[in-house]
């Protein structure tokens, strides 16, 4: 099944052999944490790229979710206080979980079990929260709390 792009706010990247999209309300950290984890993962040795950011075009294509980049803002990403900037961004890659960031204090403290984010046209994503902040490495602790079948290079 194959559906129409959908606009959505949210930052997509891929790390290592994954597709993460980061999602939240508009100031939640989703750019810095995405930018972060790139980062880390490049310097782990293994893949690291944006896709885009602040807007999303998120498709269901052959059973797969797919999110590209809007030719708009391709290259360009949101630093808040910062402003805009250039940045180097693939055009699309498949996503296979959504990330929602979270910030001290953590409430509720354990995550609900097999919690997902809804996609338009009634998609679903497994969602992980991960806290990030001064003092977290949240590019390691993401490897902490992927499922162990998730294939993520570098476990």
Do not use: W, Y
């Not at 046209?121 to 902490?144: C, H, K, V, Y």
């Amino acid at each position: 099944m194959t559906e129409e792009a959908v606009n959505i706010h949210a930052t997509a990247a891929v790390l290592g052999t994954r597709g993460f999209l980061f999602v939240g309300p508009s100031g939640m950290g989703k750019t810095a944490l995405a930018l972060s984890c790139v980062a880390a993962a490049r310097a782990s040795g293994l893949f690291g790229a944006l896709i885009s950011d602040d807007q999303v075009l998120i498709a269901a294509r052959n059973g797969r979710i797919v999110a590209r980049r809007p030719a708009s803002i391709a290259g360009l990403a949101e630093i808040r206080g910062a402003g805009i900037v250039s940045i180097e961004t693939i055009p699309a890659a498949v996503i296979d979980f959504a990330i929602q960031p979270v910030k001290s204090p953590f409430e509720p403290r354990l995550p609900p079990e097999n919690e997902v984010f809804a996609l338009p046209a009634g998609n679903f994503l497994p969602l992980l929260r991960l806290p990030f902040g001064e003092g977290l490495n949240s590019f390691e602790i993401l490897r902490l709390i992927l499922p162990r079948n998730a294939g993520f290079q570098g476990q």
